[in-house]
């Protein structure tokens, strides 16, 4: 709270020093400034945030990526011991290797189609390793 007292007092003479400049454009920029400036602390003061989730110690852990990566973690649960090369890293280079060269497939006789075709089957994939594991956990 002593930080937010000096970085306010700061800010008023920041302001008061500018604001008897020669220039007002300068000193509307910094008025409006210095005011998001301020407002953001204190309006985290205010609003706190959430805690998040809360945790069970009663139940077994259980560890589970965000939403992002849940897709990527379903593909290496298809692919334990030595065959782990494929899910790791096998798989998700294929698909970026895809995302990559979907302007070059996209030339030639019918190759919007192609393009078009790629990317359905790569966002179906995402989706549905994504979904997999939140319907059935």
């Known amino acids: ?12 003479f920041f302001v008061f020093l500018f604001f008897f400049s020669s220039r007002r ?15 953001l602390p204190i309006l985290a003061l205010v609003y706190p945030q959430g805690i998040g989730r809360q945790i069970n110690f009663s139940t077994p852990y259980r560890p589970l990526p965000e939403w992002y990566f849940l897709w ?5 649960r298809y692919f334990p011991g030595r065959w782990a090369f494929v899910g790791t890293i096998l798989l998700p280079v294929t698909a970026v290797l895809i995302l990559i060269f979907i302007p070059y497939i996209d ?12 990317g359905l089957i790569l966002l179906l994939s995402f989706l549905i390793f994504t979904l997999l594991p939140a319907l059935n956990p």
């Open 1 to 12: 709270l002593v930080f937010f007292f000096f970085f306010y007092c700061f800010f008023c």
């Open 25 to 39: 454009r300068h000193t509307r920029y910094i008025s409006v400034t210095g005011v998001q400036t301020c407002a």
């Open 72 to 76: 990527l973690y379903q593909i290496v």
């Open 107 to 118: 030339r030639g006789k019918r190759g919007r189609l192609k393009a078009i075709l790629a």
